[in-house]
């Protein structure tokens, strides 16, 4: 089995950045595709990134292109999400998740494990 955590999250004024991180255990990642996912007060979860094993295919979704940034660390077995320019439509809970295959992919019924999730605040 593998165990995802993520840190990083927090209370941030727009215009300002967070680093979040996700670090897996229990099992070694490094051939795993992964993800981060948002859900926000009253909506569904969403794709906000997503990576290959190998980091050479990666996906942003329209909203978070050229703010957010994704990357992983398979030797620390960790990927990261560094947001800039954060907007108060940002806030959400944000969750890492890992998949078995080591293709990307942007649907959550795509991954196999899932963090417990971290809170990102952002004030207007």
């Known amino acids: 089995q593998v165990r995802l955590v993520e840190s990083g999250g927090g209370l941030v004024q727009a215009g300002g950045s967070l680093r979040l991180s996700c670090v897996a255990s229990?099992?070694?990642?490094?051939?795993?595709?992964m993800g981060w996912f948002r859900q926000a007060p009253g909506k569904e979860r969403e794709i906000v990134a997503a990576?290959?094993?190998?980091?050479?295919?990666?996906y942003y979704t329209d909203s978070v292109k050229g703010r957010f940034t994704i990357s992983r660390d398979r030797a620390k077995n960790s990927m990261y999400l560094q947001m800039n320019s954060l907007k108060p439509e940002d806030t959400a809970v944000y969750y890492c998740?890992?998949?078995?295959?080591?293709?990307?992919?942007?649907?959550?019924?795509?991954?196999?494990?899932w963090g417990q999730g971290t809170q990102v605040t952002v004030s207007s």
């Open positions: 998740a890992a998949r078995q295959r080591s293709a990307m992919a942007t649907g959550q019924v795509e991954y196999d494990y």
């Open positions: 229990g099992r070694t990642v490094i051939t795993y595709a």
């Open positions: 990576t290959s094993w190998d980091s050479s295919m990666k």
